[in-house]
């Protein structure tokens, strides 16, 4: 069976300080990868997505990047984080090239921004 | 543009009746349909889906349907047990050779002994 693993679960950072949030997938091959982010009182909003090694996408302009190093790592990074992004990051993944499958989702991690 | 709506922040309902939970759909060409639930400090859980090309779809306690021409889908929840008080987020799929959610910002049902 396919698991999914994103560490840490809480992350305390001041502002200004670097990012590195990481995702690892076990279980399935080339596995389509997400990363969201849900804000307090909010739904889930995607913030970048991959099809593969090294191809990220953008979903929205922000102060965040992603990559891609290895078919089942998925990496979250920022050089220098805002007070803005603080939330409840999710990493997802989904079976590729398949329509109509769900994403199945890590655990999170609880980001703070003092 | 919230193009998927839960317009209940809450529900609560008494354990063995029904839950129904609502969402509703702006974007015409959205083409799966989904549920998750989630419980604090985890992640979202995949519970049901539904294609466009249905109405009704059925997994043991929890039904989905969905009404196109309304643009709107439904959670019911048959008997209700207090395990399965959690925030419940739909989503909507648009399938432009890759898969995109849009979610919706969560009904949070409490299920009481």
């Known amino acids: 069976s396919q698991t999914i693993h994103q560490w840490p679960a809480t992350l305390v950072q001041p502002v200004g300080s670097p990012l590195s949030l990481e995702c690892t997938v076990e279980?399935?091959?080339?596995?389509?990868l997400y990363w969201y982010r849900q804000a307090a009182g909010r739904g889930l909003q995607l913030l970048f997505y991959?099809?593969?090694?090294?191809?990220i996408s953008s979903e929205v302009p922000q102060n965040l990047s992603a990559s891609r190093p290895q078919d089942r790592q998925f990496i979250l990074s920022s050089k220098k984080l805002l007070l803005s992004d603080s939330g409840f990051y999710l990493c997802?993944?989904?079976?590729?090239?398949?329509?109509?499958?769900?994403?199945?989702f890590g655990d999170g991690t609880r980001l703070s921004i003092l | 543009d919230q193009q998927v709506k839960q317009n209940s922040p809450s529900l609560s309902v008494q354990e063995g009746r029904i839950s129904i939970l609502n969402c509703d759909y702006t974007?015409?060409?959205?083409?799966?349909f989904l549920w998750y639930k989630k419980y604090p400090a985890e992640g979202p859980t995949f519970l049901i889906s539904?294609?466009?090309?249905?109405d009704k779809n059925e997994d043991g306690r929890f039904t989905v349907f969905l009404n196109k021409s309304a643009k709107h889908l439904s959670l019911h929840i048959v008997p209700s047990q207090p395990g399965d008080s959690a925030v419940y987020f739909c989503?909507?799929?648009?399938?432009?050779?890759?898969?995109?959610?849009?979610f919706g910002t969560g009904t949070r049902l409490l299920v009481s002994p």
């Open positions: 539904i294609s466009s090309i249905k």
């Open positions: 997802a993944w989904s079976r590729a090239r398949v329509r109509n499958q769900p994403q199945h």
């Open positions: 989503a909507a799929s648009l399938n432009t050779g890759f898969q995109k959610l849009v």
């Open positions: 991959s099809v593969g090694i090294g191809q």
């Open positions: 974007n015409s060409m959205f083409d799966y």
């Open positions: 279980g399935t091959s080339n596995p389509n």
